[in-house]
């Protein structure tokens, strides 16, 4: 029988080319509360997991739903907006003061629903400089007098906005050298 060294054996193969008894220490098993213990911690990681998720998919549920109801007033206040136009219209060609003031009430209740929809009216008057991120030239007019070019010249159709989101562009005449 081999006898016990004193010194390290670093290397197994080293051992047993010399003769001698190797001792491994066989892996020790996990007692059962330890299995438990690894079985909560993987619950709880996948219940973090789920529940992050979860938050996640609410967040972009409720921007979802958002911005679904504020494309849908959008496309429903689009339909309605040339009433407003022919309102504009009547307004303009109104001979009777009567009348006048009658057309003026329907187009002020209308701007209400607007505002508390959150739509607003682009401001655009004669003279600006043309921007295309909110305006559609519809006609080109040469420079007048005083006037510079790619200007406003004025304004057929009036544009709307709902924050930042262009509902329609103004339509607009723009000065050309």
Request: hydrophobic share 35%; net charge negative; charged share 35%.
């Amino acid at each position: 029988m081999a006898k016990k060294s004193e010194k390290k054996i670093e290397n197994k193969d080293e051992a047993t080319v010399q003769g001698e008894e190797v001792l491994e220490e066989k892996p020790k098993e996990p007692t059962e509360l330890e299995k438990a213990q690894a079985a909560a911690e993987d619950y709880k990681r996948k219940w973090y997991s789920v529940s992050a998720e979860y938050d996640n998919f609410r967040k972009r549920n409720a921007t979802a739903v958002s911005n679904a109801y504020r494309d849908g007033a959008a496309e429903a206040v689009l339909k309605l907006l040339p009433v407003a136009d022919n309102f504009g219209y009547a307004l303009d060609s109104a001979q009777d003061e009567k009348t006048r003031a009658g057309i003026d009430k329907v187009i002020k209740s209308f701007a209400t629903v607007l505002q508390s929809l959150g739509i607003e009216e682009i401001a655009i008057n004669a003279g600006d400089p043309f921007d295309e991120s909110v305006m559609e030239a519809v006609m080109n007019s040469p420079c007048e007098e005083g006037e510079a070019p790619n200007t406003v010249k004025f304004v057929l159709k009036k544009g709307y906005k709902s924050g930042d989101k262009v509902i329609r562009y103004a339509q607009v005449a723009v000065t050309v050298e």
